[in-house]
């Protein structure tokens, strides 16, 4: 039995992959990517034709550095129907503060967009838009090494960064973000901002309008600045946030988008500042300050606290998207865009952002760990998604998932959902077990000689450890009950 996602996972996603260029029919470099980053519906359209000889060949091809990927049998296994035509898929354009959007995929404002040739290529590949790495008028030196990562098998769990802003001169970036506007008219061209004091910030983004920005994001967050009373530093404080959102706003006619730091407990307050100073709307978040002791990441026997991203911090970034996208004040007078950013790295994690209501994503470390490539999966994953529900247009699922979350007092507690164990999926590994005895309410026996699990019914309180840690997807759901009293 093989399980797809895991070993779609192990795929080193080469560039100009061996497995394709051996198997000559078809790409199965790219189905596999497509099920790696969630797309998996749509493999046929890259390995229609394969025979198993092609993708036998293709299975020998591979280079990976412990046995070679199961290329024939994960293909063959892969749920895929050919189901979508292209013509038939939705159109993913919708508007952001006023600005119509290809599509809701920009890259965020960090190293994966920090001269013209880069961001071109994006543009190019599909991307719809750039939060250009952030411009100041400081002389920004970086420390080398400058990254590290928690790593989960080839892949990041999280990435943490000690970069700053960028290190070209502004007026260079400026004059490549007119540039990038000037040859690419249709994409959405956002400078990203953070002065020391006022006149900066408002010369900045006086000189981002001049430039043909379509909007200017205010970086009130970068964690690890060298200078005192920057990034996050302004983001803590209510009013300097009001202050600098006031002073731009009164001095440029474009769009004026604050970016919010995490380094916070109540984000809505910050955000409310700058939404009553006239924001037009609001980038969340920014990263989250860590300390990893990687003896490999020190910069000369040297350690500091710095920004982490990636994958794990999806949940905080949701968790602050739903507060300030529900809050009764926000949207009071005029409406507030959201743009969502925090460990995006498939077009699910996307939809989730939307459907707390944001117009559009902004990705960062999944593009510094596979590419600017992985924009196909994320364009067609969301296209097949909302073809599927039936959804013509991308705005009618903003926000559509505020009105499912409530307070914890308002939560049912009066049913349960009990697990099942579905016994021909079961392998016998007892991981069910270990954890409900060590970490749970002891509800599941295990038989060792016939290395069978079972649930205590008397016992079980329904919390669904046994579910999440189970390696092979063989404890389900039953049907919602009424406790018994």
Known sequence: MIHIKEEATRCLLCEDAPCTKACKTGDPARAIRAIRFDNGKNVWRWTEGCSKADLERAEQACIHYDMPVRIRELLESADSAKATDNDALPNLAIDFCGIHCENPFFLA?????????????AFDMGWAGVFYKTICKQEIREVSPRFDAVKQGTSFAGFRNMEQLSENPYMM?????????????????????????????????????????????LNFSCPQMRLAGMGSDVGQDL?????????????VDIPVIPKMTPN????????????????????????????????????????????????????????????????????????VHFSGIGG??????????????????????????????????????????????????????????????????????????????????????GRCHVSCQDGGHQAIAFDTQTRQPRIIGTKCIGCHLCRLVCPTGAIGMTKRTNKKR
């Open 264 to 335: 916070i407990t109540n984000m809505s307050e910050p955000a409310i500042a700058s939404y009553f100073a006239g924001a037009d709307a609001i980038s969340a978040i920014n990263t989250i300050k860590s300390v990893t002791l990687s003896s490999l990441a020190e910069v000369s026997g040297k350690k500091t606290v710095s920004g982490y991203s990636g994958r794990a911090v999806k949940p905080i970034a949701l968790r602050f998207i739903l507060e300030m996208a529900s809050h009764q004040i926000i949207n009071l007078i005029h409406p």
């Open 109 to 121: 404002s960090s190293a994966v967009c920090t001269n013209y040739e880069m961001v071109a290529r």
């Open 239 to 251: 009013e300097l946030v009001a202050f600098y959102t006031t002073y731009v706003k009164r001095n």
């Open 344 to 429: 995006i790295e498939t077009w699910r994690d996307a939809l989730e952002f939307i459907q707390l209501g944001c117009h559009n994503v902004q990705v960062c470390t999944a593009v510094m760990q596979y590419g600017y490539r992985i924009i196909d999966d994320l364009i067609l994953g969301l296209q097949t998604y909302l073809k599927e529900r039936g959804i013509e247009h991308l705005e009618d699922i903003v926000g559509e998932e505020l009105p499912n979350f409530v307070s914890p007092s308002a939560l049912d507690r009066d049913t349960i959902i009990y697990p099942k164990i579905e016994r021909d999926k079961c392998i016998g590994c």
């Open 173 to 217: 970036d400026f004059d490549i973000l007119r540039r990038l506007k000037q040859n690419y008219p249709t994409k959405v061209v956002i400078a990203s901002i953070m002065g020391q004091f006022e006149e900066e910030w408002i010369e900045l983004a006086k000189m981002a309008q001049e430039a043909g920005c379509d909007a200017v994001e």
